[in-house]
């Protein structure tokens, strides 16, 4: 069975500062999909960004990217000039590639707090 | 602009009590998800439904029970409620797809058993 473990349970900024969040995961297959979700104090789960792992080319979205280390397992998640309205639990997610429901493992979660 | 809806946000259940968390998802979506996130930790998946009248256990199914009558639908049953129950529960929902498909969550459903 798949895993994913976040190290850092929590994580501070200074607003406009960069910020790396670390994510690694466990797998036997070679075709899958991460993900990052934001959960702010709303508790919605809000997708940030995806990345195929048939991809070499790492996924960016506006203020956020990540870097994806195949062989490594690892799949961190860069937000640059971080904002006020970062702050939240951020969740690292593997997706099997194989046909089926779209089941995602979760990691335990990085609370990042945004300080003005 | 519904999306996945969950009732009720809150809910405080005595030991033993049973109860139904409805979800609903005006979208379409043939997937359907329930996932329960204790204090401090991720989510794990309790069941999935992969269109009407199919549905299959997830990583922590013990204690609870689903149905998935119509393609909107996705009502998760507490049965003999316990504290280790007490969580808050995300239900989620995406389209069928090959490719890395985005989950659409709830606002969860925060259930206390004292």
């Known amino acids: 069975a798949q895993t994913v473990t976040q190290s850092q349970p929590e994580m501070s900024v200074q607003e406009a500062e960069t910020v790396t969040l670390s994510c690694t995961y466990d797998?036997?297959?070679?075709?899958?999909?991460l993900f990052w979700y934001k959960q702010p104090p709303s508790r919605q789960m809000i997708l940030v960004i995806r990345?195929?792992?048939?991809?070499?080319q790492n996924a960016t979205e506006n203020r956020f990217s990540v870097n994806f280390q195949k062989a490594a397992k690892s799949f961190s998640l860069k937000i640059s000039d971080s904002q006020l309205g970062d702050a939240a639990m951020y969740f690292c997610?593997?997706?099997?590639?194989?046909?089926?429901?779209?089941?995602?493992?979760f990691g335990q979660g990085t609370r990042l707090t945004i300080n003005p | 602009n519904a999306g996945v809806t969950q009732t009720p946000k809150f809910r405080i259940l005595k030991i033993g009590q049973s109860m139904t968390l409805q979800c609903a998802q005006d979208?379409?979506?043939?997937?359907m998800y329930w996932y329960r996130q204790d204090p401090g930790m991720g989510l794990k998946l309790i069941y999935y439904?992969?269109?009407?009248?199919?549905?299959d256990k997830g990583e922590v199914p013990n204690g609870y029970n689903v149905s998935r009558s119509t393609t909107e639908d996705f009502p998760l049953r507490l049965e003999l409620a316990a504290p280790s129950q007490t969580s808050v529960y995300f239900c989620?929902?995406?389209?069928?797809?090959?490719?890395?498909?985005?989950?659409?969550f709830g606002e969860g459903s925060r259930l206390t058993v004292l």
């Open positions: 989620a929902s995406s389209q069928r797809s090959s490719g890395g498909g985005e989950l659409f």
């Open positions: 797998t036997s297959e070679s075709d899958y999909y």
């Open positions: 990345q195929e792992a048939y991809k070499q």
């Open positions: 997610a593997y997706r099997s590639y194989l046909q089926g429901a779209q089941k995602l493992v």
């Open positions: 979208m379409n979506h043939n997937y």
């Open positions: 439904s992969v269109g009407a009248g199919i549905t």
